[in-house]
């Protein structure tokens, strides 16, 4: 079974704070996807990587970056978190584009902006 | 620009009966259509894939259905059960980069 984990489930930062979210995944797939959800909004496409070190921004890309440095590991960056950040975060992975790939996702990280 | 569409947003049905579910989307040049299921609380499980040249996918008592030219998908629920009581989300894969277009979700009620 593919198994993507999430460092943290729930995380309580303060204004201002940089936050690291990690997402790993072992299924040695190419693609990987930073979404956030929010009620009456849906899923928003944050971030997302088709290979180490590439990355593309998605709709809502604005006080986020990225990092991918190995294969398996993709990690979202709040450079200087904001209230309006509060939310569900959802890491996915897939396999390459053109190919079947089907979007499998992580447990999500519940954060908190104070 | 692709959007994506379910209805009913809430459903609310009896143990045992038999339920569909929509997934409408605006643009029929799709590569494939995803249903995912989520607990309250919890991420998404994939439950079918359904490409593009597919009309249907089945998964046990769920089955999915494919009409690109009217742009529409359904989830077939059979038999339901209170355990079925989730979010179930469509999503559709438009361009050659992987990202998915999600509706807003039906959240679905199943009574004992």
């Known amino acids: 079974d593919v198994k993507v984990t999430q460092s943290s489930r729930y995380l309580v930062k303060r204004t201002g704070e940089k936050v690291f979210l990690e997402c790993v995944q072992d299924?040695?797939?190419?693609?990987m996807f930073w979404y956030r959800q929010d009620p009456g909004l849906g899923l928003r496409l944050i971030y997302f990587s088709y290979d180490v070190k590439m990355k593309e921004k998605g709709d809502i890309p604005e006080g986020y970056s990225v990092s991918r440095e190995k294969k398996e590991r993709f990690s979202l960056i709040l450079e200087s978190a904001s209230t309006n950040q509060t939310s569900m975060y959802l890491c996915?992975?897939?396999?390459?584009?053109?190919?079947?790939?089907?979007?499998?996702f992580g447990p999500g990280t519940r954060l908190t902006v104070l | 620009k692709q959007e994506v569409t379910q209805i009913p947003a809430a459903l609310s049905v009896p143990e045992g009966e038999n339920l569909v579910l929509n997934c409408s989307f605006t643009?029929?040049?799709?590569?494939?259509l995803q249903w995912f299921r989520q607990d309250p609380g919890k991420g998404l499980t994939s439950l079918l894939l359904i490409q593009s040249s597919q009309r249907e996918q089945t998964s046990g008592r769920l089955n999915a259905s494919l009409d690109k030219s009217s742009g529409r998908s359904t989830l077939y629920i059979a038999a339901s059960q209170p355990g079925d009581s989730a979010t179930y989300l469509c999503a559709v894969r438009s361009g050659n980069t992987g990202k998915l277009i999600f509706g807003q979700g039906t959240t679905l009620q199943v009574k004992p």
């Open positions: 299924m040695d797939h190419e693609n």
């Open positions: 643009d029929s040049a799709i590569y494939n």
């Open positions: 996915a992975s897939s396999l390459p584009r053109g190919s079947y790939n089907e979007q499998f």
